[in-house]
């Protein structure tokens, strides 16, 4: 099943084209054909082990595959995982830092960094170790790093997973406001209501296999969805 992308793929970023991913044996991530636009905000959904991560990391460049991943035009793109990685500094370091790393002239690291800080409400705790900060601060401070790179494409595998709902409203409204000031976003989520708030579009993995790719609110209106789709919408797709 196919979206209708029409006006999206006006301005296409990136496709894969018969893209596969092997671990050994074990086929992760099945032929695919996958093309994301500027301004989606895709969904990637199915149970534990669908390949989920796996064709994440694949969009990102990060993982070696088989196929063609192909980009349309530069790309500036920006991680945010699960559990992200804060170095032991204090949340201001955190963030010039990783601008030092992209390259980003000494000059504009400051202003860069401040809002950044400002923009995720942690302008206050600027100077304070990251690994103190609470489990919400913590992400917030991780989404403020990928911002402050201005990137095009901002892939998140998890992202509010181990937050409270209270941490996981907060991160929403920032994605949200990422989206409404045009950043593409790719986010993995077991979260449906989550889902249906934040995308436009879902592709629904089962074994590695895409089942479905359609616009959020057909996946979720649809009477004609494969029987593996209804039952993981369910919470009924049994274990393999």
Do not use: Y
């Not at 950044?116 to 403020?144: I, M, N």
């Amino acid at each position: 099943m196919k979206a209708d992308h029409a006006a999206a793929l006006a301005d296409p970023l990136l496709s894969l084209h018969g893209v596969s991913v092997h671990f050994g044996p074990h086929c992760a991530l099945q032929p695919l054909q996958l093309t994301l636009s500027r301004g989606e905000r895709l969904a990637l959904i199915g149970p534990n082990g669908s390949g989920k991560t796996t064709l994440l990391r694949v969009l990102h460049g990060l993982q070696s595959h088989h196929g063609q991943r192909t980009e349309h035009q530069p790309i500036v793109a920006a991680m945010l995982f699960q559990h992200p990685f804060l170095l032991r500094l204090s949340a201001w370091r955190n963030l010039t830092l990783a601008l030092w790393l992209r390259g980003v002239p000494a000059a504009e690291r400051a202003r860069r960094a401040r809002q950044a800080l400002d923009r995720v409400g942690l302008g206050g705790v600027a100077s304070q170790p990251a690994r103190t900060l609470s489990g919400g601060q913590q992400q917030r401070l991780a989404l403020a790093r990928a911002w402050a790179l201005r990137p095009d494409v901002l892939f998140l595998d998890e992202p509010t997973a181990s937050l409270d709902p209270s941490a996981k409203r907060e991160v929403e409204t920032l994605l949200e406001e990422f989206a409404d000031d045009g950043m593409t976003l790719v986010l993995s989520s077991h979260n449906l209501g989550q889902v249906k708030r934040l995308s436009t579009r879902v592709i629904c993995l089962d074994h590695g296999r895409v089942l479905a790719d359609l616009a959020t609110h057909d996946l979720f209106h649809r009477d004609d969805l494969p029987a593996e789709v209804r039952l993981f919408l369910k919470g009924e797709l049994p274990w393999a």
